[in-house]
C-alpha cells in the first residue's frame, strides 16, 4: 500500500540549531515528492517539490530537501532555524498516473527563542 | 489574487445530519481536491473533481459526495454524520495542466456532537 513516514512527531530545537525531519515513502513508480507546512493558526502552504532532476531542492524560507532513490527518503533540512520555523511539517507523495497526495502524519517543530 | 476559499469556517452538527462545505478554487484553477485532516492526523485524500466530474475518489464511504460547479467551484456534502467525522476538510485546487502543485485552503472544522 501507498503511504509516507514521518518518524520524528515532536521536534523541539532552540534557535541557529540544525534541523533534518525525515520522511520514507512507499509507492511503486516514479514519484513526485513535496513538503508543506502548516503554521500556528493557517493553512498548509507549500515548502518545496521535487519532480525530477537534481535531487536536492530548495524550497522557500531556507528550507532544502534532498530525494534519495535508494533509501525511499526525502528528509527536510535547514541549516539554522529560527523562533518563526514553529509550525507543523507534513510530507507527502503522489504518483504520475495519480492526482492524490499522500501524507504523513506530520512533525510538530518547536524552536525556543 | 485570492487564494483557495472555503466556507463556513467552523460548523457544528449532529449524529444523522447532513453538511454541505463550499470551496472556491484559486483563480485560473480548474481541479479541486477535498481533504480530511483528523485531529493529530495528516491530511486524507476525499476525491477530486475536474470539469465537474469526479476524477479519483480515496477511501471514503459514499456518505461522502461531492460536486463542482461550471465557475469549478466546489462541494462537498456529508451525509448520516457519525462522531468519527468530526475533522478539519481542506480544499485543494491546482491546474489540470503543467506540474500538479496543489494550494490549499484554510479549511472547515466540522464537530459532530
Known amino acids: 500500500a501507498q503511504s509516507v513516514s514521518q518518524h520524528n512527531h515532536h521536534v523541539i530545537l532552540s534557535e541557529a540549531a540544525s534541523l533534518e525531519l525525515g520522511c520514507n515513502y512507499s509507492?511503486?513508480?516514479?514519484?513526485?515528492l513535496f513538503w508543506y507546512v502548516q503554521y500556528p493558526g493557517q493553512h498548509l502552504q507549500l515548502l518545496l517539490k521535487?519532480?525530477?532532476?537534481?535531487?536536492l531542492v530548495k524550497g522557500i524560507k531556507g528550507f532544502e530537501a534532498e530525494f534519495i532513490k535508494s533509501k525511499f527518503s526525502f528528509n527536510l533540512r535547514k541549516p539554522s532555524v529560527q523562533w518563526s520555523d514553529t509550525a507543523e511539517y507534513f510530507c507527502?507523495?503522489?504518483?504520475?498516473?495519480?492526482?492524490?497526495?499522500?501524507f504523513g502524519s506530520g512533525t510538530r517543530l518547536l524552536v525556543r527563542p | 489574487d485570492a487564494g483557495v476559499t472555503q466556507s463556513p469556517t467552523h460548523l457544528i452538527k449532529t449524529r444523522g445530519q447532513q453538511v454541505t462545505l463550499r470551496c472556491s478554487p484559486k483563480?485560473?484553477?480548474?481541479?479541486v481536491s477535498w481533504y480530511q485532516q483528523a485531529l493529530g492526523q495528516g491530511p486524507q485524500f476525499i476525491f477530486q473533481?475536474?470539469?465537474?466530474?469526479?476524477?479519483q475518489r480515496g477511501n471514503f464511504p459514499d456518505r461522502f459526495s461531492g460536486h463542482q460547479f461550471p465557475n469549478y467551484s466546489s462541494e462537498l456534502n456529508v451525509n448520516a454524520l457519525l462522531l468519527g467525522d468530526s475533522a478539519l476538510y481542506l480544499c485543494?485546487?491546482?491546474?489540470?495542466?503543467?506540474?500538479?502543485?496543489?494550494?490549499f485552503g484554510p479549511g472547515t472544522r466540522l464537530t459532530v456532537l
Open positions: 483563480s485560473g484553477h480548474d481541479t
Open positions: 521535487y519532480f525530477s532532476g537534481d535531487p
Open positions: 509507492y511503486g513508480g516514479t514519484v513526485n
Open positions: 485543494a485546487s491546482r491546474r489540470t495542466s503543467g506540474y500538479n502543485e496543489q494550494f
Open positions: 507527502a507523495v503522489n504518483g504520475d498516473s495519480s492526482y492524490k497526495l499522500i
Open positions: 473533481y475536474y470539469e465537474e466530474e469526479e476524477r
